[in-house]
């Protein structure tokens, strides 16, 4: 873990807890916080993963262990694998099966690769899925700058968007300047290239379907989509 991003993430929290919670039925869940192991700066492939939004993050926030506690969370649910053995879902099986192919190129080229997992909105609603309504989208505002953070201190070389083209306003309010381009012929909002100069790596950037989508399209759908990231991210 990096003090800088330890540093983004303390103050942060303390300006949000500072904030009155917006009201309504529906309440903000926890932040999505990433615990970034070593394996990741030491491997030749670093890659950042993004899904939508994070439902229901241990509950209502503020959790009372503050940031720590959510950096042991994201250990222990993602690091040390209990998203693929006790979550399970659509979701996480697209992860675990586009993980083994980026895994697979990666030793055929003698390199090592490293997944990180992040969201797009990095905080959801309690107890519910979905995007958090208007109020509690503008109320965590500043946290898409974070996400911009994030992405500029780790210094992934592939970054991966499972989100689908409905999302595709938040990575634009995350990255500036950002363009989408067709991948091989296919209808940019089924597969695009990303650019946002300054600010994500070069030719490596791809925005598809949410995995859920892709498995109710078919698996012969999601292994070819799949397969084609894997060529345009140029490994």
């Not at 009372?64 to 053995?85: I, R």
Request: glycine share 6%.
């Amino acid at each position: 873990m990096i003090h800088s991003l330890l540093n983004r993430y303390e103050k942060e929290w303390a300006e949000l807890q500072g904030k009155p919670i917006p009201a309504g039925t529906i309440r903000p869940t926890n932040p999505l916080l990433l615990n970034v192991p070593p394996a990741y700066f030491n491997a030749d492939y670093k890659v950042m993963v993004f899904g939508q939004e994070n439902n229901d993050w241990e509950r209502a926030f503020p959790h009372q262990g503050g940031v720590s506690h959510m950096l042991e969370k994201y250990q222990k649910f993602y690091n040390e694998g209990d998203c693929y053995t006790k979550q399970g879902g659509q979701w996480w099986n697209g992860i675990k099966n586009f993980k083994a192919r980026l895994q697979e190129r990666s030793r055929s080229n003698g390199k090592s690769v490293h997944l990180l997992w992040n969201n797009l909105i990095k905080i959801g609603k309690k107890g519910e899925k979905g995007v958090p309504p208007q109020a509690i989208i503008d109320w965590q505002d500043k946290w898409f700058d974070l996400v911009r953070y994030e992405v500029c201190e780790l210094s992934p070389n592939i970054v991966v968007f499972f989100a689908g083209p409905s999302y595709d306003r938040y990575i634009e309010r995350i990255f500036p300047n950002t363009t989408f381009a067709e991948v091989n012929h296919r209808p940019v909002r089924q597969l695009a290239r990303i650019t946002a100069s300054g600010f994500l790596p070069e030719r490596s950037v791809i925005r598809t379907y949410y995995p859920n989508f892709l498995y109710h399209q078919g698996r012969a759908r999601f292994a070819e989509i799949m397969a084609e990231i894997i060529v345009a991210v140029e490994m």
